[in-house]
């Protein structure tokens, strides 16, 4: 049995809030409501204390708590149903004025929102951006439907049907608690983003990775208990700022600075990650100065590039390999095709697993989900993560427990 937090904000929605309450009972779990002041216009505290026999929290100080932050730390998962386009901003701005958002912010149990209201307001550039910082804290947020709206009309925005939202949410519990300290004890490397390799002091030969799906994995396995280094390639720094806290960063620039870190702090570890793109070819020299077009010929210079080497292949084959060694793949192409380079690759590269990324319109790189076949060393599908990075490095993650598991026996 677990501690479900249901927080309540104030949309039309509302009315169906208590059925996920209700859902959630009857799986066995215990519920407690957090309601801000606005939502009891639509469901009254009579209503909430009928349904949970206790008090609803709303009052951030009042008489018999004991400490405003008591349901965060009991929490072992809050869902926000439904969540408005207000407190979606005031959940990615990390309000605490109300139960609900200083609930959230107070608390390290998985959260789970199912917002809801006018297409407008769902599709405005406002909403998606906080929908999307939510996103990358590693909050679930389940898309609205479409279909009529309070308002009359009819689009984008209305609460999914709360059975589906509890199904949703309790699926999560049940992962998050099967992650729950599985790499109690182990040392992870994650190497993350992309090298860019200098030609000059202002340009470089670089690659689209923006180090989400590493960062994705190095959180989760810092969540499952392990101990994690990232060796991050030119990702942005909110990104970084936002791994769980003991996280250790080295950041770098090339793909020689990248092997260099790495060497110095594989060995002792049980585990390799290597999402990192990293760049095949660098320039052979790089200009000590900014490279300057001849204004008088219509010449353009010729860069030289010599072979990267390809770190992943040389850990996996030397002296220091740790026990588990994951690398990814980028590719495009047909199923077929794709799966004929990963089972090369997976062969060629001596890593125990190649996650097979498909990488194309709308998956693969960036604020995108992600679709993710895991081949072992002879190329077998040995699991499929689809969904956001998040999931697909819980999925990973899981796997990689379950494979250090095995080695000890
Ligand atoms: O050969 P390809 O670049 O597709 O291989 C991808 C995998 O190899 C990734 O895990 C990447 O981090 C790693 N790699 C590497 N050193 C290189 C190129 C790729 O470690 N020079």
């Given amino acids: 049995m677990a501690t479900i937090v249901v927080g309540v904000t104030g949309g039309v929605a509302a009315f169906k809030a208590p059925i996920v309450v ?46 405003h932050v008591e349901l965060a730390r009991v929490a072992d998962l809050i869902i926000v149903v ?23 912010l107070a608390s390290d149990a998985p959260v789970v929102v199912a917002p809801a209201m006018h297409s407008n307001m769902w599709l405005a550039p406002a909403t998606q951006a906080n929908v999307k910082t939510l996103r990358e804290r590693g909050v679930h947020v389940i898309d609205p439907a479409s279909g009529a709206l309070g308002s009359g009309d009819s689009g984008v925005g209305r609460l999914p049907e709360p059975e589906e939202i509890a199904r949703v949410a309790l699926e999560l519990l049940d992962s998050h608690n099967q992650s729950l300290q599985a790499l109690a004890g182990r040392t992870v490397v994650v190497t993350a983003g992309g090298t860019r390799e200098p030609i000059d002091p202002v340009r470089f030969l670089g690659n689209q990775s923006s180090g989400r799906q590493g960062l994705a994995i190095a959180s989760a396995a810092a969540r499952a208990g392990a101990s994690v280094r990232v060796i991050a390639a030119n990702i942005e720094s909110a990104l970084l700022e936002a791994l769980p806290t003991g996280v250790q960063v080295t950041r770098v620039g090339s793909a020689l600075q990248m092997r260099e870190a790495l060497i110095d702090q594989v060995a002792d570890a049980d585990a390799l990650v290597m999402t990192a793109a990293v760049a095949d070819f660098r320039p052979e020299a790089t200009s000590e100065s900014k490279m300057k077009k001849d204004p008088s010929t219509e010449d353009a210079p010729t860069i030289r590039l010599v072979r990267n080497p390809d770190i992943l292949a040389e850990v996996a084959h030397g002296d220091q390999r740790p026990p588990l060694v994951v690398g990814f793949a980028a590719e495009t192409g047909t199923d077929e095709e794709i799966l004929a380079y990963g089972a090369d690759k997976a062969a060629r590269k001596g890593a125990d697993f190649i996650c097979l990324n498909r990488v194309g319109e709308s998956v693969g790189f960036g604020d995108v989900p992600n679709d993710i076949r895991l081949l072992d060393a002879s190329g077998h599908i040995a699991g499929r993560y689809v969904g956001s990075k998040d999931e697909v490095a819980a999925g990973l993650v899981g796997h990689m427990a379950s494979f250090l598991d095995n080695l000890k026996r």
């Fill in 22 to 67: 209700r859902e959630c009972q009857r799986a066995g779990h215990d519920v407690y409501v957090a309601a801000t002041r606005a939502s009891l216009d639509f469901v009254g505290r009579s209503t909430w204390e009928g349904i949970t026999s206790r008090p609803v929290a709303v009052d951030i100080a009042g008489e018999g708590r004991a400490e």
């Fill in 82 to 104: 439904p969540a408005t386009a207000h407190s979606l901003a005031r959940l990615a701005a990390g309000f605490a004025d109300d139960m609900v958002s200083l609930t959230v």
